[in-house]
């Protein structure tokens, strides 16, 4: 692991001469809209960064769907990477609509290799999902809203 940010190093004895440098990589920082849930608002880019708008951006008179008096939402217990279904070729274990029992799985999140259940801990449909497929996750992210039953 190397922690030193050696910028340049030069030594001189008799007819030895060493030089040492090391340059930072240069990185860019590239704004991700997120979609802020039930607000339809984008957070400010980053300092010196363009606006960028959302791919599909919801049209200035369209709502955000009204959420019922008791829905919440599945939080991802780890970090790693969102799976709706087992294989690709299989159909994911919920959607929205869907009627699930306590105990039922309700995706997958890779960690490490280990593909760990996400499982509902309580009766409730499924509104939406909110994670599209294969993409990573952190812990207390927000899976799927819910409405407890």
């Known amino acids: 692991?190397?922690?030193?940010?050696?910028?340049?190093?030069?030594?001189?004895?008799?007819?030895?001469?060493?030089?040492?440098?090391r340059r930072k990589a240069a990185t860019q920082q590239v704004p991700v809209p997120i979609m802020m849930q039930g607000a339809g608002v984008m957070p400010a880019p980053a300092a010196g960064m363009a606006a960028t708008p959302p791919a599909?951006?919801?049209s200035a008179g369209a709502?955000?769907?009204?959420?019922p008096p008791n829905?919440?939402?599945?939080?991802?217990?780890?970090?790693?990477?969102?799976y709706r279904?087992?294989?690709?070729?299989?159909?994911?274990?919920?959607?929205?609509?869907d009627l699930?029992?306590?105990?039922?799985?309700?995706?997958?999140i890779e960690a490490?290799?280990?593909?760990?259940?996400?499982k509902a801990d309580f009766d409730c449909v499924v509104i939406q999902n909110l994670v599209e497929n294969g993409k990573p996750v952190k812990v207390g992210q927000?899976?799927?809203s819910v409405e407890r039953k």
Do not use: W
Not at 63 to 67: E, S, V
Not at 112 to 118: A, L, P, Q, S, T
């Open 1 to 21: 692991m190397v922690d030193q940010s050696l910028e340049t190093l030069e030594y001189d004895h008799g007819d030895l001469h060493v030089r040492l440098v």
């Open 71 to 82: 829905a919440t939402t599945v939080k991802a217990p780890m970090m790693g990477i969102f």
């Open 100 to 108: 699930v029992k306590k105990g039922h799985v309700l995706c997958l």
């Open 142 to 144: 927000d899976l799927f």
């Open 85 to 97: 279904a087992s294989t690709p070729s299989s159909p994911p274990f919920v959607k929205g609509g």
């Open 56 to 58: 599909a951006a919801p």
């Open 63 to 67: 709502a955000a769907p009204a959420l």
């Open 112 to 118: 490490m290799k280990v593909f760990n259940e996400v």
